[in-house]
């Protein structure tokens, strides 16, 4: 018998932009998979930011990677992510630390968050070492100069061609340089 009150469905929330998904990202999500029945993940709209990729190719290339596991799913939200966590239903956020910068930021966030709903928990995932240093800026600078074989190390194999081909379109052709 399930005392009452209690939960027995644990749903968390992992959000960014993932403008690329990283297999630093990829590593948090498989992680807290385990953690909990659900994991949601929340792909914002960040206004401050300029996208690589639009919101739908973000969407598609999450459920491409998050496709062997039957508890994730991918949602796009444009809202604080308190606002979104609640309308889903869940009451964790997951977060993923790279460096002690991301500690200082994500604390305040977690206050922020705590303040607008105290009834929603966020936990956080140390990255693994392997993957403590890769951003998506570094993804895209990656592409620009290193290539697809350099960024086999730092994204999941599916996502190469697209990243490539998005990189691609925005080079400026030599011929118009001048």
């Not at 190719?57 to 062997?68: F, M, N, Q, W």
């Not at 039957?70 to 009451?91: H, K, Y």
């Not at 070492?129 to 599916?158: M, T």
């Amino acid at each position: 018998m399930v005392p009452e009150g209690f939960e027995t469905s644990r749903t968390a929330v992992f959000a960014g932009t993932f403008d690329p998904i990283t297999l630093g990202h990829l590593d948090v999500i498989r992680r807290g998979r385990r953690l909990f029945d659900r994991l949601i993940v929340g792909i914002g709209i960040n206004p401050g930011k300029t996208s690589l990729f639009t919101i739908e190719e973000r969407i598609a290339l999450a459920e491409a990677v998050v496709k062997p596991y039957s508890n994730v799913s991918v949602e796009s939200f444009n809202e604080l992510t308190v606002q979104f966590v609640r309308r889903i239903g869940a009451r964790v956020i997951l977060r993923g630390l790279r460096t002690l910068t991301d500690m200082e930021y994500e604390f305040g966030m977690t206050l922020t968050n705590h303040r607008l709903d105290p009834e929603i928990e966020t936990v956080f995932l140390m990255a693994d070492g392997e993957y403590a240093n890769i951003s998506s800026s570094l993804i895209k600078q990656v592409a620009r100069f290193g290539g697809a074989s350099a960024l086999q190390r730092f994204v999941p194999a599916d996502l190469i061609a697209p990243i490539m081909a998005k990189i691609e379109s925005l080079e400026e052709p030599e011929a118009n340089r001048w």
